[in-house]
């Protein structure tokens, strides 16, 4: 038999269900005691796992005192141990450590390192975090094949002499594949050097935009009555790095981001508030059920069986407690999915204005024209454009933040260069990264010609409309 996979001869629900019994516990109490909604507990035992974590399962383990064994089999029916993200939040948990506790421990790493791992938006950790943790975690100290589980769900080495791993792969159905090098994951140390042509990934990468982070802190003045915000901008004028930028700042410590940071307000964070990320680009994010699943989820709510529309506001209305904004990436491309019809819209018209979650649900939304426009051009007209009582219009960045942007990489420019720089950028920040990247590789190749202008100047052809509005 498959020792650490063993063929699921009881459904997690089936166990739960007997584990219950046995304690002559109820539904609620389990649900009072592990600091779930009651809902959580109902679906699992009907074998609806959407909302089961490893944390979940380390709090089961605890309340029902399980044996080894027990552990063993509640965790494998779970579905824990197909995924290092789950299986990680297990240990943690069944360790006491939380997020930043976890983060703290490894050398001071980022409390959003951590996260990013647990929610699997990294997918291959860094080997040597994936060892520090599991000495932290006492994986160690557990029998050879649980190391070898844990450290292949990371795709990395295990620490376990080869003849032990081959027997693993050969009897469990595991990912084999190590990959220490391409790792998908923020560096230990963010490295100062440009990012061309993707989003920013981190708050410290994000430059400027001061005038729109004071409007979208008086959006947010009253927690309880969230104003919604409409950012207006070319493609390539870093709509998307705003929205990354106000996912994430909030998780950051001051210990990872530039001196100064964050600029615009203040001193404020929106700390108590939780953010969505929406790419309406990402096809399944235009399927209704699956947007309002994959929101719920995000927001660690309960999931209805059919989620739509009615149940989604239902578990708002009764479980969101923080505030929260959903940051909506390119509402335009949502406007042309068929099955995001003029109902939907309505729908998260009426989210919007106070009628659900007793206005703690904001929106923050990106276009490359006026939503009203792009609303009707798709025959989709609805009052839902007309909440956005702060439309703002991406424009390029003042001097001092492009120069701000300049001087941040490792290798000081000449100034020659970076009047050139501002000048053929326009100010604009994908400009700017992609011609500093290019003088940059010059440098690092010894090249004092002026060919990286020219290499420069054709790579953001494509994108001179920017400069042209600008």
């Not at 490894?106 to 040597?128: D, F, H, M, S, Y």
Request: charged share 25%; proline share 6%.
């Amino acid at each position: 038999m498959n020792e650490i996979f063993p063929s699921k001869q009881r459904k997690f629900g089936e166990l739960l269900a007997r584990y219950l019994s046995e304690r002559d516990c109820s539904d609620n109490e389990l649900a009072k005691n592990i600091r779930v909604p009651p809902e959580f507990v109902d679906q699992w035992l009907n074998e609806k796992l959407y909302d089961l974590r490893g944390k979940h399962v380390a709090k089961l383990v605890k309340f029902f005192e399980l044996t080894d064994d027990q552990e063993d089999e509640l965790l494998t029916a779970s579905g824990c141990r197909q995924t290092f993200g789950k299986l990680l939040e297990f240990y943690m948990y069944k360790n006491g450590f939380s997020n930043n506790a976890l983060a703290k421990k490894i050398g001071g790493k980022p409390a959003i390192t951590v996260c990013r791992w647990v929610n699997e938006e990294v997918k291959r950790p860094r080997g040597e975090n994936v060892k520090e943790v599991a000495e932290i975690l006492n994986i160690l100290k557990l029998s050879p094949q649980k190391v070898v589980e844990f450290f292949l769900l990371a795709s990395c080495a295990p620490p376990i002499d080869s003849k032990t791993v081959g027997e693993f792969i050969k009897t469990n159905d595991v990912a084999s594949e190590i990959d220490n090098d391409n790792q998908d994951e923020l560096p230990a140390e963010l490295k100062s050097i440009p990012i061309p042509g993707i989003p920013i990934s981190h708050p410290c990468q994000f430059f400027g935009r001061q005038d729109i982070l004071k409007q979208l802190r008086r959006a947010w003045q009253q927690p309880s009555a969230l104003q919604h915000v409409a950012i207006i901008g070319k493609r390539r004028s870093g709509k998307t790095s705003l929205l990354k930028y106000l996912q994430y700042i909030s998780e950051t410590s001051a210990i990872e981001l530039r001196s100064g940071q964050p600029q615009g307000w203040n001193g404020w964070l929106p700390r108590d508030f939780q953010f969505v990320f929406i790419d309406f680009q990402y096809f399944p994010m235009t399927k209704p059920a699956i947007l309002l699943s994959h929101i719920l989820d995000k927001l660690n709510l309960p999931k209805p069986s059919n989620c739509d529309l009615i149940s989604f506001s239902q578990v708002l209305d009764k479980h969101l407690t923080k505030p929260t904004v959903m940051l909506f990436d390119e509402i335009g491309a949502g406007l042309q999915a068929p099955d995001l019809d003029a109902t939907f819209w309505a729908n998260m018209k009426a989210f919007g204005e106070n009628n659900c979650a007793n206005g703690k649900l904001g929106f923050v939304v990106t276009a490359h024209e006026p939503i009203q426009i792009l609303a009707k051009e798709s025959g989709k007209e609805s009052s839902f454009f007309n909440i956005f009582g702060h439309p703002v219009h991406l424009k390029p960045l003042a001097k001092t933040e492009a120069l701000e942007l300049i001087n941040s990489f490792a290798r000081p420019l000449p100034a020659a260069d970076t009047d050139w720089l501002l000048q053929n950028s326009g100010g604009w920040p994908a400009l700017l990264q992609l011609l500093c990247d290019a003088r940059l590789l010059a440098l690092e190749e010894g090249d004092n010609s002026d060919a990286w202008k020219t290499e420069g100047l054709e790579r953001i052809e494509p994108f001179v409309e920017l400069l042209l509005k600008g």
